[in-house]
């Protein structure tokens, strides 16, 4: 069974910053991709950073290009999100996900983590 588990959220004041942090632990099994997903109330849920370990393809929702920054270590399934000048608009529940079926397949879930930013 894979854990995932998210740290490093809070409030923060609009053009702050916060990183969060994600770590997948458990017994035999692959990681193809890493990533944010975030969701707003009323609003479905959306994929905002993501990065692939084979070729380390990045990917940021365009409201975040310039202002987030995804990293991580495959080795250790850990993945990062450093979210600079940040945005009311960004306030949100963020939840780390993990494809291990598949590059882009994300079907191992964490908790989700609240970030609020006020204005």
């Known amino acids: 069974q894979v854990q995932v588990v998210e740290s490093g959220g809070g409030l923060v004041q609009a053009g702050g910053s916060l990183r969060l942090s994600c770590a997948a632990s458990g017994r035999s099994f692959s990681t193809y991709c890493m990533g944010w997903f975030r969701q707003a109330p009323g609003k479905e849920r959306g994929l905002v950073a993501s990065?692939?370990?084979?070729?380390?393809?990045?990917f940021y929702t365009d409201s975040v290009k310039g202002r987030f920054t995804i990293s991580g270590d495959s080795a250790r399934n850990t993945v990062y999100l450093q979210m600079n000048n940040l945005k009311p608009e960004d306030t949100a529940v963020y939840y780390c996900?993990?494809?291990?079926?598949?590059?882009?397949?994300?079907?191992?879930w964490g908790q989700g983590i609240q970030v609020t930013v006020s204005s």
């Open positions: 996900a993990v494809a291990t079926r598949g590059p882009n397949v994300y079907d191992k």
């Open positions: 990065i692939k370990w084979s070729d380390s393809f990045t």
